[in-house]
């Protein structure tokens, strides 16, 4: 496996553990329809969360939530809209992204963006 897809791997237990420890009850991760795919999906406060997780292991090229492109955004809503169709109920819905910075000295950066909007 390339050292991007575990760093990626990683980031993903961890922010399903952060999640959790902030009162997020995870529904589903990986979930995928086709080709579209949601990291996690989540819901707190009577509120739906699909998110996105993106990890880095340093800024040098940039911060990890720089790397969510509107065509990725994109496919977030499809995939959303999928989810949506085979599960009836939610009035309230958010897109989010959760950057996390990992850090060899074990202080991992959290940055939770909801709401995100194209």
């Given at each position: 496996?390339?050292?991007?897809?575990?760093?990626?791997?990683?980031?993903?237990?961890?922010?399903?553990?952060?999640?959790?420890?902030?009162?997020?009850?995870?529904?589903?991760?990986?979930?995928?329809?086709?080709?579209?795919?949601?990291?996690?999906?989540?819901?707190?406060?009577?509120?739906?969360h699909?998110?996105?997780?993106?990890?880095?292991?340093?800024?040098?090229?940039?911060?990890?939530?720089?790397?969510?492109?509107?065509?990725?955004?994109?496919h977030?809503?499809?995939?959303?809209?999928?989810?949506?169709?085979?599960?009836?109920?939610?009035?309230?819905?958010?897109y989010?992204?959760?950057?996390?910075?990992?850090?060899?000295?074990?202080?991992?950066e959290?940055?939770?963006?909801?709401?995100?909007?194209?």
């Amino acid at each position: 496996m390339a050292i991007h897809n575990e760093t990626g791997k990683q980031g993903e237990e961890k922010a399903a553990r952060w999640l959790r420890k902030r009162d997020f009850e995870i529904l589903e991760r990986n979930w995928r329809c086709g080709h579209l795919e949601i990291d996690i999906i989540a819901t707190k406060d009577q509120y739906l969360h699909f998110i996105e997780v993106k990890t880095r292991t340093s800024n040098h090229f940039g911060y990890p939530e720089e790397e969510v492109s509107r065509g990725k955004l994109r496919h977030m809503i499809d995939a959303g809209v999928a989810w949506l169709a085979l599960h009836h109920g939610w009035k309230r819905v958010r897109y989010d992204i959760l950057a996390i910075r990992l850090n060899t000295a074990g202080k991992d950066e959290y940055l939770l963006i909801e709401d995100v909007y194209l």
